[in-house]
């Protein structure tokens, strides 16, 4: 599937833990210590109150370029990040924490100014903000998750066609307000 490796790739869906805003924390002082003059922000499901999801912490890092992220890529794997380079999408980086094949951290570096970066925390603010979408978005996961609790990859298809149809509806309801 794509750039994506998800072969025995170990997951699970757990409800919401508001110890993830802990963890974001630890990771973010990490990042700071290695990196000045950046934006951290905590997205994806530990970030919105009430989200079942991976208990994987997902990261938003924003610098001005790209350039210093690989200057730095020795720092951050001292730091305990593994390095996965342009893993997502063009003009991005990528570091993970990974323990026993689950995947405990996502580290995402996008220059200021990607379209990637309002769309991620527009997603993060809008569900934050309708407790309705979080149930449906939460039940939906933990359906996926009994139907495919040994197939990453075909709980990641479902789930990604139910976020693209999200998109469309938050791009749609921020273009009316």
Known sequence: MDKYSYKDR?????????????QFEEYKSKIQKIFTDIQIEHIGSTAVP???GKPCIDILVIVDKLKTVEEHIDD??????KYAGQFVM???RLFRVIKDNTLLANVHFF???HPHND?????????????EEVQNYSK???ELYSKYENDY???????????NELKKRVQKEIATS
Request: hydrophobic letters at 30%.
């Open 76 to 81: 951050m794997e001292q730091a305990g990040f």
């Open 50 to 52: 009430g989200m079942a």
């Open 10 to 22: 170990k997951y699970n869906i757990v409800p919401y833990n508001p110890d993830g805003v802990n």
């Open 140 to 142: 939906i996961k933990n």
């Open 119 to 131: 769309e991620m925390l527009g997603m993060r603010n809008y569900l934050r903000s309708h407790s």
């Open 153 to 163: 990859a075909s709980y990641r298809k479902y789930k990604d066609e139910y976020m």
């Open 90 to 92: 063009e003009n991005s």
């Open 111 to 113: 220059p200021a100014g």
